[in-house]
């Protein structure tokens, strides 16, 4: 269980550090988002602004990061399923 949440919280933890390096304030999830809707908000938005989302970006950035959750997958194996998702 301990594994599970550890990687859930994972970009939380991206995004905390990447705010933090540069200076900026950081940005809290949300639970109504996706997990790359969280990441893309958590990363590139403004406290002072609403965060206009990109679709693809978001969508890309789903497929990119679920072959990292399963440790079983190859690399070939990867490429090839995120190619797949992304309809190339």
């Known amino acids: 269980m301990s594994a599970i949440r550890i990687i859930a919280k994972?970009?939380?933890?991206?995004?905390v550090a990447q705010k933090y390096c540069?200076?900026?304030?950081?940005?809290?999830?949300?639970?109504?988002?996706?997990?790359?809707?969280?990441?893309?908000?958590?990363m590139f938005s403004n406290p002072c602004e609403e965060y206009k989302f990109n679709d693809v970006l978001v969508r890309a950035l789903a497929s990119i990061q679920?072959?990292?959750?399963?440790?079983?997958?190859?690399?070939s194996n990867s490429t090839m399923r995120l190619a797949g998702r992304l309809g190339a």
């Open 10 to 15: 994972l970009s939380t933890l991206v995004a």
């Open 66 to 75: 679920s072959p990292h959750a399963d440790y079983v997958q190859s690399a």
């Open 22 to 42: 540069i200076g900026k304030l950081l940005m809290y999830p949300r639970n109504a988002l996706s997990n790359g809707a969280n990441f893309n908000r958590m």
